[in-house]
């Protein structure tokens, strides 16, 4: 099951950060179809969010089709984003990479916010590149 979390830090707000994780968990074949989402209850006494935010969150996910409420029961993830079993088994040595990348940083005396900022600027200089190189 998945466990929400909240960057306060992050600009973007409560409900949508909810909504990406949902959606990250599935394209990494975390969420399947059929598993149930934790209850609103649950999200609310985890993370210290306000019950509405959970809901409207859930509703949005709802309206794009990934998960459906089954009242008395909870709520369902409907579909999946992730692609077939070879392509997610294809995750784990790179996860193992980028594990072993993040000891390093650590070892380095990076803390958490320099090594998302050097995360997050190498991808998007990366992506650039790339939609530079196609266009």
Do not use: C
């Amino acid at each position: 099951m998945i466990e929400f979390h909240l960057d306060s830090r992050s600009g973007v707000s409560p409900y949508l950060q909810l909504v990406q994780q949902v959606r990250q968990a599935m394209r990494l074949g975390l969420l399947k179809d059929g598993d149930r989402l934790p209850t609103v209850k649950d999200v609310v006494a985890r993370v210290a969010i306000n019950p509405n935010t959970v809901l409207k969150a859930y509703r949005e996910l709802e309206y794009e089709g990934l998960v459906q409420p089954r009242p008395g029961l909870g709520t369902f993830v409907t579909r999946t984003l992730g692609g077939d079993d070879d392509s997610r088994a294809a995750h784990e040595p790179l996860r193992q990479e980028l594990t072993e990348w993040f000891e390093r940083a650590r070892k380095a005396g990076l803390d958490d916010e320099v090594v998302e900022a050097l995360l997050l600027s190498t991808f998007r200089e990366f992506s650039e590149e790339r939609a530079g190189r196609r266009g």
